[in-house]
């Protein structure tokens, strides 16, 4: 399977006949491609990975792009770099439906679904000024993932909106 | 006790609470040898100002026949050279049986316990927990209602920082009692703390005014509202003014409805409940000795742990 196969033929119904009409971002040869985001939430993926205005990787970011299982869709390729698990639990947490696939000489060697983590660990930041993590004390955060947030595991503190604004990377 | 570290009511389930409240019921009755814990060291390591939680672990390590090692004022330990508390509580950790640590940071008792191997207690992390207080409000409760089940508890004023409020309503939950919150809406439950309670499908309304509820409570637990929480004096005058009981106040009262206070007060609850047959603050505050010295001997005694 090659790396157009795996982004325009996705498996929830788009026809890789109409997405060759419809390419929109180059093939990449080595590295992920980050697909099935929900319409939108591309930036909150690229904020996750540490990715803005002042990188020097090689990034393809597709929004609102046609999909059957999401109505519409982003997808997110970054050349010459594999996420770590850490960095795809966290995904989760803004694109519970995506799916991870590593590229190695333009072929799909691996291919996963995003699975939301019952905890992540050093990720995010708590918002709250007086948790003992803002404190400079040997203690990575710790949160807790809920069904509609994530909630530090020392002061209790839940965050529910605008999550990406609470990443610490 | 199935727990070596106490940091929150929440992880304390019914059956440890009533194992503390029946063995401090038992020193009450009966007090233990003093030696029983004679060659305990009890290390109590407050970076926040204390009177009554200080004191009263402090008398309950010495009436089991151990000691106290004080730490002393934040302001001459090496927390003032930039000592981080994980590095402290390691140190200290050397030097006693036990650790009772008050910190002004949420969270700081959860952190602090995963450095240490000896039983920590958690005596107030900022604004959130204070399960030690707790033990003792459920003793008072049920030493003068004389059983926790089906209790109907009011619980007013600073509902948002109030650490003992928060430990309180988690345990409350676990006995499926009927709570009444009364504060101004910018003091009520943080969003965190309401969340937990309607996981753990706690019965629980919330009001601005304590007529509403006044004539059904077997319990009124009265907290402070701090001045400090407040950017206009007037309006902490006003609103603190609001949720201020006296004697007529509780005129709508049951009989037996028993007024408690973590203390200390200010002006929110007026001396002249104080002759009522309602207050119950002054033996709240001494059942601190019996309960802390039952959780002691819990936890430093070898077969129960």
Redesign the interface.
């Known amino acids: 399977m090659n790396e157009r196969d795996e982004s325009e033929d996705t498996g929830d119904g788009e026809s890789s006949e109409e997405s060759a009409h419809e390419l929109r971002i180059s093939k990449i040869r080595n590295g992920t491609v980050i697909d099935h985001i929900a319409g939108g939430h591309a930036p909150d993926v690229l904020a996750i990975l540490g990715i803005d205005s002042a990188t020097d990787e090689v990034v393809s970011v597709g929004m609102n792009v046609p999909s059957d299982r999401l109505g519409y869709k982003d997808v997110v390729k970054i050349e010459g770099r594999e996420l770590s698990q850490d960095e795809v639990e966290v995904i989760s947490l803004v694109a519970p439906a995506a799916s991870i696939n590593i590229i190695r000489e333009y072929d799909v060697i691996e291919k996963n679904r995003v699975e939301r983590p019952s905890t992540v660990e050093g990720v995010l930041s708590c918002p709250?000024r007086?948790?003992?993590?803002t404190?400079?004390?040997?203690?990575a955060t710790r949160f807790e993932v809920l069904d509609d947030g994530v909630?530090?595991?020392?002061?209790?503190?839940?965050i529910r909106r605008r999550l990406t604004d609470h990443i610490d990377v | 006790m199935t727990h070596d570290h106490v940091i929150s009511a929440k992880s304390l389930s019914r059956a440890d609470i009533e194992t503390v409240l029946d063995r401090a019921a038992e020193i009450d009755r009966s007090p233990p040898d003093r030696d029983r814990h004679a060659d305990d060291l009890l290390a109590l390591c407050f970076f926040e100002p204390s009177t009554r939680t200080h004191m009263s672990f402090e008398t309950a390590i010495k009436r089991l026949g151990g000691d106290a090692l004080d730490m002393g004022p934040v302001e001459s330990s090496s927390a003032t050279k930039g000592e981080s508390l994980a590095d402290t509580v390691r140190v200290v950790e050397g030097y006693a049986d036990a650790l009772v640590l008050r910190h002004p940071s949420e969270g700081a008792a959860q952190m602090a316990s995963e450095f240490v191997d000896i039983p920590l207690i958690n005596a107030g992390d900022g604004a959130g927990q204070h399960p030690t207080q707790t033990l003792l409000d459920l003793y008072t409760m049920r030493e003068a209602a004389g059983d926790l089940a089906d209790l109907t508890v009011g619980i007013m004023g600073d509902l948002k920082y109030g650490r003992t409020v928060h430990s309180l309503a988690y345990a409350l939950t676990k006995f499926d009692a009927r709570q009444h919150f009364v504060s101004p809406e910018s003091l009520s439950l943080p969003r965190s703390v309401r969340y937990d309670l309607h996981e753990s499908g706690a019965r629980l309304k919330e009001h601005t005014d304590l007529d509403a509820v006044i004539e059904e409570l077997d319990v009124l637990y009265v907290t402070r509202i701090q001045r400090e929480r407040f950017p206009d004096e007037n309006e902490y005058r006003q609103i603190a003014g609001e949720y201020r009981i006296d004697a007529a106040t509780l005129e709508d009262a049951r009989e037996e409805c028993v007024v408690m206070h973590p203390l200390p007060r200010v002006d929110e609850i007026a001396p002249d409940v104080d002759a009522t047959q309602h207050a119950h603050y002054f033996e709240q505050a001494h059942n601190a000795v019996p309960v802390r010295m039952a959780l002691l001997d819990l936890l430093l005694s070898e077969d129960d742990r």
Do not use: F, K
């Open positions: 709250n007086n948790c003992i993590t404190a400079d004390e040997p203690v909630r530090c595991l020392y002061c209790g503190t839940i």
